[in-house]
C-alpha cells in the first residue's frame, strides 16, 4: 500500500480491476500478458485462456493498418470509432489506444472502449420509454405468451391425463396466477419505483419459461427444441422472479419466431459467470458489479442492421404484425433489477445473441467483490 497526505492509496491491481474499460497488456510479438476483467469480458474469456494468444487471433480489424501500426512498439497508437470483429463475440465498435510500457522496450499497453456494450448499457433518458410503455396495448402483448402457455397446456390435457397431468394442471394455475400479476404491474408501469427484490434462482426461472414455451408450441413441430447450457455453480441472483420468467419468455419467443428461417433452427440459452461488468449508475452512487449471464441465441437471420441500435426502443420492429413493444418492456424490467440487457449479431457464425447481466444477492456479492467464486 502507499500512503500520501494520510490517505491509504488502493493497490494498482484493484484500480484497473474497478475500470469500465478493458486493459490488456502486451509483450513483445503483440502477445497477451495480462487483463483486466472489462478485457475478459470484451473477449468473452477468462485471464487463464487469453495469456500468451496473439492480438491477431481474437481481433480483426476492418482497418488492418491500425493492427501494422502497434508493430512501431515505440509509438503511441490512438483509433477512434474503429469497427473489429471479436473471436467468438461478433462486431464492434470501439476507440482503441495503445502506448508502450516506461522502461519495458517492446511492451505495450492497450485499452479498449467498447461503444456497443456502452451504449446498450448506457442510462435512461427515462422520458420517453416511462411514456410510451404504457396502456393496454402492453398489457394485451406481454399476455399474448403466458395464454399460448395455457393453451397449450389446456389441449395436451384434453387429450391424456395421466401423471403428467397433475404437472400441466399447476402450471395452468400458476401461470393464471402470474398473469393475474402480471396485469396489475403492467398497469403500473408508469411507477417510479422498482419492485421489492429477492434472491432468485436464475435456472428455476429459465426451465419456467422454457415449460410455457414448450407448451404453448406443442402444435406446432417446426419449432425447435430449446438447448440449455447452465452453469451449476451459479449462486441467487438478486431480482425478482415473476419478472426473470417474463423477460426469459420474451426472449426465447422471439429466438425461435426468428429461427423459424432456417433449415435447421437452433435455439439456446446459457448462464455463465461472466466476471467484469460492473454498473456505475446506481441510486446510492456506488458501483454495482453484473457477474451473472443470462444468453439466449438463435440461429436466425438477425435484426437488420439499420434496426440493431434502436432495437430496444418502443414501437421499433422487424416483424410484419409485431407492436416494438417486448423488447422495450424486457430492458425496462430488467433495469428494475438493476440489470442491463444487451444485443450482439455474430454475421460469421451467424447467430444473434441477447445477453442480460444481473447482480449477485447481497448475501452472496460479497464472495465476488473477494474473488470470483470457485
Known amino acids: 500500500m502507499s500512503e500520501a497526505a494520510g490517505i491509504t492509496l488502493p493497490e494498482a491491481d484493484r484500480v484497473l480491476a474497478s475500470l469500465p474499460q478493458a486493459v490488456v497488456l502486451l509483450e513483445p510479438g503483440l502477445r497477451i ?110 399476455i399474448k405468451n403466458p395464454l399460448a402457455g395455457i393453451r397449450g397446456a389446456a389441449q395436451l390435457l384434453a387429450r391424456q391425463v395421466d401423471e403428467k397431468g397433475h404437472a400441466l394442471t399447476h402450471l395452468i394455475t ?96 446459457r448462464t455463465r459467470f461472466a466476471s467484469g461488468l460492473q454498473l456505475h449508475t446506481t441510486e446510492d452512487g456506488k458501483p454495482l458489479r453484473l457477474p451473472v449471464e443470462l444468453r439466449v441465441t438463435d440461429n436466425g437471420e438477425g435484426v437488420a442492421p439499420n434496426l440493431r441500435e434502436h432495437i430496444f426502443e418502443p414501437f421499433v420492429t422487424s416483424k410484419k404484425l409485431g407492436q416494438g413493444l417486448g423488447l422495450p418492456l424486457v430492458r425496462k424490467l430488467v433495469r428494475e433489477m438493476n440489470g442491463r440487457i444487451t444485443h450482439e449479431r455474430d454475421d460469421v457464425k451467424g447467430l444473434t445473441h441477447f445477453r442480460v447481466h444481473l447482480p449477485l444477492a447481497k448475501e452472496t456479492r460479497k464472495t465476488l467483490l473477494g474473488g470470483r467464486p470457485s
Not at 485462456?49 to 493498418?65: A, K, M, N, Q
Not at 419492485?195 to 432468485?200: G, R, Y
Not at 451459479?234 to 431480482?239: A, E, F, I, N, S
Request: overall charge negative; proline content about 6%.
Open 174 to 269: 400458476s401461470e393464471v396466477d402470474r398473469i393475474a400479476d402480471l396485469i396489475g404491474r403492467m398497469q403500473d408501469l408508469s411507477r417510479q419505483t422498482a419492485p421489492a427484490m429477492a434472491p432468485c434462482n436464475l435456472h428455476e426461472a429459465a426451465r419456467r419459461a422454457i415449460d410455457v414455451i414448450h407448451a404453448g408450441r406443442a402444435e406446432h413441430p417446426e419449432y425447435c427444441t430449446i438447448q440449455e447450457e447452465f452453469d451449476p455453480s451459479l449462486p441467487p441472483v438478486l431480482g425478482s422472479a415473476d419478472a426473470l420468467v417474463q423477460v426469459i419468455i420474451n426472449l426465447l419467443s422471439n429466438a425461435m419466431e426468428a429461427s423459424l428461417s432456417q433449415a435447421v433452427p437452433r435455439v439456446m440459452v
Open 33 to 142: 500478458a495480462s487483463v483486466n476483467p472489462a478485457a475478459e469480458q470484451f473477449f468473452g474469456q477468462s485471464l487463464r485462456r487469453l495469456v500468451g494468444v496473439g492480438l491477431r487471433e481474437l481481433v480483426d480489424v476492418t482497418s488492418p493498418r491500425v493492427l501494422d501500426r502497434l508493430d512501431d512498439y515505440e509509438t503511441p497508437v490512438s483509433a477512434r470509432e474503429l469497427a473489429v470483429q471479436v473471436k467468438g463475440m461478433g462486431m464492434r465498435r470501439i476507440d482503441l489506444n495503445v502506448a508502450p510500457v516506461a522502461d519495458h522496450p517492446r511492451w505495450q499497453v492497450l485499452t479498449i472502449h467498447d461503444h456497443t456494450t456502452a451504449e446498450a448499457l448506457g442510462d435512461d433518458s427515462g422520458g420517453f420509454d416511462a411514456a410510451a410503455l404504457r396502456g393496454p396495448e402492453i398489457m394485451a402483448h406481454e
